[in-house]
């Protein structure tokens, strides 16, 4: 094995404590397998398999990254943003994401019953039997799947439940400059996750509203992922230097709830340098001799 492959790293991973299929223990049993040298787990709005995780990878020699992910308010879009190296025993991060818990499993059951209305004859039971822990829209696509309404996951986002879809239900979020403070008050950096679901094409709009955030406390940009193209990478990239910011990547590694997720890819299937873990570590420290 080289020192390229000992220093694989994967930095947006979802366990059962959100909406992954494998418990945050296998899930660094898998990272150990894929010979990857650490992980950041980052579950969505949640930081209840962090300990876990981190007991796993003492024990596995896997470096584990206590991370999060929250949702935020961004009606022309999606904005969700990634908070590293947090602590995740902070008295304000869970209460916020209790909160966020509670909204949450408000939510699932109002999709289940558009989806009822549609014809789509999927329970509650069904849903809970396929989450091993927290439930989300995956294991509500997934259920579909299986039911054969759809053909793959990504079909039952595109058909029912992303935004703007038959079944889609809002929910509350917090607003980015308040998710950005509960990631900073935590001793976390705060990186703004995969930028293509924002929706913005034109790079002058998209800097600008990068500015914005960056205004908040945003400190990084998530370039390296699976669904961007090498065009947008170059993008992304010459956004974060003309910023400053520190770029970052991760599969959005779900498990079999999602299509095409492989642990430790970033972009078309290239692998992540643990560099990218160091220049977050960097940021964080120049941030604290300030």
Known sequence: MTKDDMDRIDLHTHSNCSDGSLSPRELVQLAKKRDLRAIALTDHDTVAGVAEAVRAGKELGVEVVPGVEISAQYPPGTMHILGYCITPSQPELLKALKKLQKVRAARNPKIIERLQALGLEITTDEVLNLSRGQVGRPHIAKALVNRGYVSSIDEAFSRYLQKGAVA??????????????????????????????LGITEPRELTVLVEELQEMGLAGMEVFYPDHTQETVVLYQDIAKKLGLVCTGGSDFHGNLRDHSYLGNGVLGQHLDYGLLQNIRERLQERENS
């Not at 509350?172 to 293509?196: D, K, N, Q, T």
């Open 168 to 197: 889609y239900v809002e929910k509350f979020r917090f607003s980015p400059r308040e998710a950005i403070a509960l990631i900073r008050g935590a001793g976390g950096l705060a990186v703004l996750a995969h930028p293509f679901t």
